[in-house]
Nanobody, 131 residues
């Protein structure tokens, strides 16, 4: 069983920055892809960013491209989301997710954008951007 714990959320003014972190525990093999999703009040959860097992492939939602950066440190089992130039519409609960890849090395560079592709989820961390 993999446990994901997010941290780093909070309240920030528009134009400010926050850095979210997600730590995965109970992961004996480090072959997993990671992603960040968010859910704003009254809206469905949406994809934000994803990183491959290798860390070499990164994908972003159009709404955050150029402002957010996803990165991972496999040695520490962590993935981060650096959020710059935040806007009020970025207000949401942010979730990290992990997809276990097993031993399939051909999936090294693959990223995943759909919720149903992920196996484990964190509890979420609130990000509020005031105008």
């Amino acid at each position: 069983q993999v446990q994901l714990v997010e941290s780093g959320g909070g309240l920030v003014q528009a134009g400010g920055s926050l850095r979210l972190s997600c730590t995965a525990s109970s992961v004996t093999a480090s072959r997993y892809a990671m992603g960040w999703f968010r859910q704003a009040p009254g809206k469905v959860r949406e994809f934000v960013a994803a990183v491959s097992w290798s860390g070499g492939s990164l994908v972003y939602a159009d709404s955050v491209k150029g402002r957010f950066t996803i990165s991972r440190d496999s040695a520490k089992n962590t993935v981060a989301l650096q959020m710059n130039t935040l806007k009020p519409e970025d207000t949401a609960v942010y979730y990290c997710a992990a997809k276990i890849l097993g031993t399939i090395s051909s999936l090294r560079e693959k990223t995943y954008l759909r919720e149903d592709e992920y196996d484990y989820w964190g509890q979420g961390t609130q990000v509020t951007v005031s105008s």
